[in-house]
């Protein structure tokens, strides 16, 4: 059973700060993993994905993970008020011929002005 | 930037009846799926098609949900005799390879 665990929150952090997000999933089979956005009613928006161990920087998101923990994490640098949203984090298994992205519950952040 | 899109936004339906989400994928992505998400929970996967044929699906998919790409542009599911549990968010979704899927704005379903 492939699981994706997150924090439900709420996470709040004030303006400025840096938010961190965390992610532990189950399946050692997983490949890659995604953090998307999603605002209250709308869609996921695809904020990055990383497949390699370490860090992958993209303008104020940096993404993390670590396969030996079985975490994967999310920074927010420069918080801004925009960013309050719920962040969904999500893996895809390596199996040849699956493409299925398994999700968490996501975490509800909240930026303070 | 293109984008998926979906239609219609919001469906009410009654219990039984038949109900058909359309989608059109970003025009040269070759994977495409659908996910749900009921309120408050997580987005689940339901199916994903490539090459003109399911190529995974979960325990969702039963025999009630069905995909179809009629023509070279729409993405289309069904759900034959919808029950008050089918209510939810519909995403399609759709991908030019294994990595980055894009969502669609959703269709919301309401079985009453």
């Known amino acids: 059973q492939k699981e994706v665990e997150q924090n439900s929150g709420p996470l709040s952090v004030p303006e400025g700060a840096i938010a961190s997000l965390n992610c532990t999933y189950s399946?050692?089979?997983?490949?890659?993993f995604f953090w998307y956005r999603q605002y209250s009613g709308k869609s996921p928006e695809l904020i990055m994905f990383?497949?390699?161990?370490g860090d992958k920087e993209d303008g104020r998101f940096t993404a993390q993970l670590n396969k030996a923990s079985q975490y994967v994490s999310l920074l927010i640098r420069d918080s801004q008020p925009s960013d309050s949203a719920t962040y969904l984090c999500?893996?895809?298994?390596?199996?040849?011929?699956?493409?299925?992205?398994?999700f968490g519950k996501g975490t509800k952040l909240s930026v303070i002005p | 930037e293109p984008e998926v899109t979906q239609t219609p936004s919001h469906q009410v339906t009654q219990m039984g009846q038949e109900v058909i989400l359309r989608c059109v994928p970003i025009?040269?992505?070759?994977?495409f799926y659908w996910y749900r998400q009921i309120l408050g929970q997580k987005v689940e996967f339901l199916v994903s098609f490539y090459n003109n044929e399911i190529s995974e699906k979960s325990e969702i998919f039963d025999d009630q949900f069905s995909v179809e790409r009629p023509d070279g542009s729409n993405f289309t599911l069904k759900i034959r005799s919808t029950k008050l549990e089918d209510s939810a968010m519909y995403f399609c979704?759709?991908?030019?390879?294994?990595?980055?899927?894009?969502f669609g704005p959703g269709t919301r379903l309401l079985v009453l």
């Open positions: 399946d050692r089979g997983s490949q890659s």
């Open positions: 999500a893996s895809r298994y390596s199996g040849a011929g699956s493409y299925q992205l398994t």
């Open positions: 025009s040269n992505h070759l994977y």
């Open positions: 979704a759709s991908s030019e390879g294994k990595e980055t899927q894009y």
């Open positions: 990383i497949y390699s161990n």
